[in-house]
Nanobody
Framework: QVQLVESGGGLVQPGGSLRLSCLLS???????????MSWYRQAPGKERELVAR????????DYVDSVKGRFTISRDNVKNTVYLQMNSLKPDDTAVYYC?????????WGQGTQVTVSS
């Protein structure tokens, strides 16, 4: 059974950092390396938005404008894991962060991890 599990969320002060992790279980390393991976977030009362995405071979990475220069997406195809390093966090980054795995037009979502940026 293919399953995504996010971790690393929590409460952090403005200007702080967090690293989110997302493990894709139920597939081999070879299969994981064929998935495009993305991070989304959804703040209260707002629509879910794409934050960052990375291609299967890490050759391309895209970010929403609001996080460029602060967030970095990466992946480890040996550990079946994608990461989101978040620096210089702002209160506006507060949201539930979701991981998504895409392959051949099919998407699988994780359950989400809460990130709260507050003093």
């Amino acid at each position: 059974q293919v399953q995504l599990v996010e971790s690393g969320g929590g409460l952090v002060q403005p200007g702080g950092s967090l690293r989110l992790s997302c493990l894709l279980s139920g597939v081999s390393r070879f299969i994981f390396s064929s998935y495009g991976m993305s991070w989304y977030r959804q703040a209260p009362g707002k629509e879910r938005e794409l934050v960052a995405r990375i291609t299967a071979d890490s050759s391309n990475k895209d970010y929403v404008d609001s996080v460029k220069g602060r967030f970095t997406i990466s992946r480890d195809n040996v550990k079946n894991t994608v990461y989101l390093q978040m620096n210089s966090l702002k209160p506006d980054d507060t949201a539930v962060y979701y991981c998504k795995a895409c392959r051949y037009g099919q998407g699988t979502w994780g359950q989400g991890t809460q990130v709260t940026v507050s003093s």
